[in-house]
């Protein structure tokens, strides 16, 4: 053998790509000029993108260039072409779905995660992302008033959807039939297994079962009240007659805080019925979760503490950036039969003394995600979170009172948190006049720019959503989003 | 209603976690900082983190701050705290696994797409983040020498893992059983769902079989030939003997680079079987798809036109950070009905039009990952990809030289790649002392940090791997690698 000295990486092709710190440097100081530029008060941008179907593809050549290109060439083209076709979600007046955004703490957390680009799959990978995500988890728990942090087993996911997926994965797992090792298909030994959530419940429930091959017809959504909550009546009698039918009851899904209204199920009467029953309860709270972090709000988390499993999403209302979802069990062994494969290629001499995270999910690779959650936790403090968590909600209260006090107009739900659900309806208009003219009220405002609000059905009306959860958002925002509505209302 | 002009978000709490852009830029800037540090080519951080079990853990408190803290003094404990427990993947003498690493195009794409935080679940919620993603793919496959782009449909996943699960399911959904809606469980017109892959295959195939609902024990493990490639006849014999017995062949996974050694299964045979058979053909390129970017490397991905999914993951070899997995299926329709879900709140003016990539997988958040890989492909150039990934290959093949040259240590595998796989065994050892000999070879130069491998097993014998895939890597951290074996082999 020669010492060999010579970097082949250096010389035969432009160096833009390599990892040269002027170039990082520069690159990034653009984008936060960006940034600063995206987020002026007088000069924001359309919430909504502009832009119609094709309008941005049509802008991109059709084959990639063989020849190296200038970051600043590069970074060029971002601001003309694509920020154009970019639905800011990280825009004060984003009022759709559930708002989110980021903020400088978690920014930070993520710029760190990218540039060490650690693998969090197993122990050895990076021990620290293993430990601080194990205590992050711990804090959050213990942050949303909930007891015995370290009886729980938590853990990262990118979204609530596969929070979910692993709760009742775990589910089927822990019913006993060897599901893991071999399957469901062709057994005559395993009954049609059962899913239960109300009827309010997020899409995210029905595609886990298909995933997971209990099947969408599986899933059975039990009635709600008045008040947009699971009937706990209505699901012991679903139980009991699926049980006579000979399925099996696998696990039932409860919703603090649907995605339609925020209402919140009865979680301590379906803990009870659930422990008679012997079935998996798992709870999804990935959007109203953190409101426990404010101590007058932790009723909405009632019963949680007798859960088997639990989400919230730190990436919907808790100022991390895209993705982080937070999920618990207190069965930490079952998720991992789930789950856990040994390949010789993956054995490490840690493997009896420590958590590898690869062993409780689908996933083998996973991003290094608990380092932006403990940026957050600790430069807002859990007072600063609950501070801005409850100002959302003070303000979402605000424009209640303001559609609750204008006779054209009517509040569609309760508003626990900071999501409204309102409508417009005029004196005298049928219902279905009311729909139509609440979906041209909705298409005028969002195509306008300066606000983007969404919508749904209830009790199969249409129904307009204003929800809170930017941390940019002020009174000022939630004011125009009024106004323009009004506008939208006088000219539809 | 008044006018509402105060901003509730400022005056309360501590403002280090609200979008100031003077912390940001100042955190930025000591991140940066911590890169060229942690990259200084004469005083690099061990690989492999030294820390124990535990160490990290320790340092964090148990309880979550009650109040901010300084994004300074957060920083602080990332470098005094995080830091030493990371292990380096972008390190140039990270030689385990698969090798990967960022890249400055790369990390500018992530802070990006973190600082815009779009949510590319829709079209509509960022219409540039879903154009791209369909144009980036394209650009990809035909980078790689692969015929009619426009004919494939291309999806960004975060893992592997994802992508083959979502290939599986597929062809799952392709078979015809309404599993979506049915599911598996409990039914007598569904056979035993049968998957074949090799032994050498990756354990992200059990999991998707596993998660799925087929079963571990349905994942038919196909013998290799002497070049660990999956030998066809073997294949053809068990989907008969399976047939026979009942069951239904679902789908073959063909992998272009295996885990242990980097053999390549022959495709082409496998895609007439699998036509012949009317069985769905998912091919896993994950490390070694994007070696079809320099053109003497395509014999490699020869059949890939004819199977009906692939996955190469540009966050393995292609100079993208985590997490970033390409999949590309001929049928969008049936990968649609897969996964399709239409929630009202979901509902847009647009649905006929466009892309909706929510419609396409199991999780509904998505982040903006084109953004990345469209800025690396630019920034490098499919001429520099080429090349880079050339030298890569290069490098390997010097190492095997090296190896193949000492009578000490031989090679026990075939380098078609930037793999080499070897093992000590000097002149009449035994087998089994050379395995403990190995091992502890190999625990002796991950613990001295100067460089990091890992091992597998082949033929039963414990066999060491240098993967070679970090974009830092050069001639002279190999020529360590080889320096640091060659100590430990003499102190073994």
Same mark, same amino acid.
């Given at each position: 053998m020669t010492a060999p000295t010579a970097?082949?990486?250096?010389?035969?092709?432009?160096? %833009?790509?390599?990892?040269?710190a002027a170039v990082l440097e520069a690159g990034v100081d653009r984008i936060l000029t960006l940034f600063q530029r995206l987020h002026d008060a007088g000069a924001l941008p359309p919430v909504l993108s502009q832009v119609t179907p094709g309008t941005i593809a049509d802008q991109l050549p059709a084959l990639p260039p063989r020849v190296a290109e200038p970051i600043e060439t590069i970074l060029g083209d971002v601001e003309r072409i694509i920020v154009p076709g970019i639905?800011?979600?990280?825009?004060?007046?984003?009022?759709?779905?559930?708002a989110n955004s980021s903020s400088v703490p978690s920014l930070l957390g993520e710029f760190l995660t990218s540039g060490l680009n650690a693998n969090a799959m197993l122990w050895v990978t990076s021990p620290a992302a293993t430990e601080l995500e194990e205590r992050v988890l711990q804090w959050l728990w213990t942050a949303m008033?909930?007891?015995?942090?370290?009886?729980w087993f938590g853990m990262i996911t990118d979204t609530a959807s596969m929070s979910t997926l692993l709760a009742i994965a775990a589910a089927r797992e822990a019913a006993g039939y060897d599901v893991r090792r071999k399957g469901l298909a062709g057994r005559v030994d395993v009954p049609v297994l059962r899913v239960y959530c109300s009827e309010q419940t997020h899409s995210s429930i029905d595609k886990a079962c298909i995933t997971l091959g209990?099947? %969408?017809?599986?899933?059975v959504k039990i009635p709600v009240d008045d008040a947009f909550r699971m009937r706990v009546d209505a699901l012991e009698a679903a139980m009991t007659a699926d049980r006579a039918a000979g399925m099996r009851p696998l696990a039932v899904v409860a919703t603090i805080g649907t995605t339609s209204t925020t209402s919140v199920d009865p979680v301590p009467a379906i803990a009870d019925l659930c422990a008679r029953e012997q079935v998996w309860l798992h709870v999804d709270a990935a959007y109203a979760g953190v409101m426990g972090i404010a101590p007058e709000f932790r009723w909405a988390l009632a019963g949680v503490d007798r859960a088997d499993s639990m989400v919230t999403n730190p990436h919907k209302w808790l100022f991390t950036t895209m993705d982080c979802s937070a999920f618990w069990t207190r069965h930490q062994d079952v998720l991992r039969s789930a789950f856990s494969l040994v390949a010789e290629y993956l054995v490490t001499a840690r493997d009896q003394q420590?958590?590898?995270?690869?062993?409780?999910?689908?996933?083998?690779g996973r991003r290094f995600r608990a380092l932006k959650l403990w940026m957050v936790m600790r430069a807002f403090g859990t007072d600063g979170l609950a501070s801005r968590l409850r100002d959302h909600c003070a303000m979402a209260r605000e424009f209640a009172a303001w559609v609750d006090a204008d006779p054209a107009w009517t509040l569609s739900a309760p508003v626990p948190f900071s999501l409204v659900c309102f409508r417009h309806a005029p004196e005298g208009m049928s219902d279905a006049d009311a729909d139509a003219m609440n979906a041209r009220i909705l298409a005028d405002v969002n195509a306008a720019g300066r606000v983007f609000l969404s919508h749904t059905r209830l009790h199969g009306r249409h129904v307009l959503r204003l929800a809170i959860g930017n941390i940019l958002t002020a009174r000022e925002h939630v004011a125009l989003a009024w106004s323009e509505l009004q506008r939208a209302a006088r000219a539809s």
């Open positions: 970097n082949p990486l250096t010389a035969p092709v432009p160096a %833009s790509g390599d990892f040269d639905t800011h979600w990280h825009h004060p007046s984003f009022f759709a779905y559930f008033g909930l007891p015995d942090a370290t009886s209990i099947g %969408s017809d599986n899933v420590v958590v590898n995270y690869m062993d409780y999910g689908v996933q083998l």
